[in-house]
Every structure is written in structure tokens, then in C-alpha cells.
């Protein structure tokens, strides 16, 4: 990132870095590093690609530093589960930064490779429900974290589970066929 676009994306999320709530996301690991480092990897590719695309600069920078904005693990309330966490994750967001509408529709959809690849193998994660056309990234913005959150996944599984990484690829494939409808 040049100097300039440092500058502009401190600027665009600096409120949520100094916020002693959101704060409490660098004590949960995810994908075999904290959520926060997680969360920032995001949100720098996705205000890249915003800027490659054409999009809302703010509402994909904020909306993808906020998509994984919940506190503990999946596996510690049921709120924080697999297809559910994006809903705490923007109600969260909504509470301690209201963010607009848009934000809070690019959060709640970060996960819909995830259902999509749920409706096409209904056995995986059995206690989930998933809504497809509900889950469905509604902007461009959306789509951004969608596709930012899955390839920073693949980057960090990579490095500690092959396999799941060579699922996050099939994911990201059908996403991409996805984008383009």
C-alpha cells in the first residue's frame, strides 16, 4: 500500500481500531492466527479491490474489518455459529458503530459461499440453516468481502490445513461463477 493510501485507510477505520470492544477480537484465534490480524487482512484487500472495481471505498474497507466482528469463538454460543456469525458480526456493528445500511448488508453476506456450498451438500454442518437468496451479496461492496474474506482464508488455512484450503478453492471457484451472474 502506498503512503497515500495508508493515510486514507487509517482514516477510514481508525474509530473502530481504537474501540476497546472490537479490541477484544485479537484474543480469539481464527483460521491459526487472531481474529483481529484476520479481520485487518480483509479490510486491506477488500479497500484494494474496492478501489480496482470501483466501489464504495468506505463501505468495503469498514464492512470488511467489521466481518467477523464477534466476540469468542464459533463453537461458544450458538449466535457465533458457522452460517450465523455474519448476523452477530453486523448487529455488533450496528450497535457499536452504526454503520449504514450498506455496511451492515456487506457483513451480513460475507458468508455466502459457505451457503452456497451448504445447499449443494446439505450434510455438511446438518444443524445450520442457510438461505440462499437471504445470503446472496446484494452490492458490489459485498461481493468485495465475500470474495476478500474467502481468498485471506485460503492464505491462512493454507498454511495449517492443506485440505480445507483445497475446499476453500472449490468454494472459491463457485464463487466466481457466482460474481458473474
Known sequence: MTKN???EFNSLVCDILENDNF???KKDLHHGTSKYEHCMRVAKLSYK???FFKA???VATRAGLLHDFFIG?????PENSYLRHPYTAALNAQKYFNV???????????MFHQVLLKKLFPFVNRKEKANLKESKPK?????????????VSIIECERFQFSYAANVILLLVLNLVMFKN
Request: hydrophobic fraction near 30%; include cysteine.
Open 100 to 110: 449504514s445500511d450498506e455496511e451492515a448488508s456487506a457483513i451480513r453476506t460475507h
Open 5 to 7: 493510501n495508508k493515510v
Open 73 to 77: 469463538t464459533r463453537k461458544e454460543k
Open 49 to 51: 479491490l474496492s478501489k
Open 139 to 151: 452490492s458490489k461492496e459485498g461481493w468485495i468481502i465475500c470474495g476478500s474474506d474467502l481468498l
Open 23 to 25: 479490541l477484544q477480537i
Open 56 to 58: 464504495d471505498v468506505r
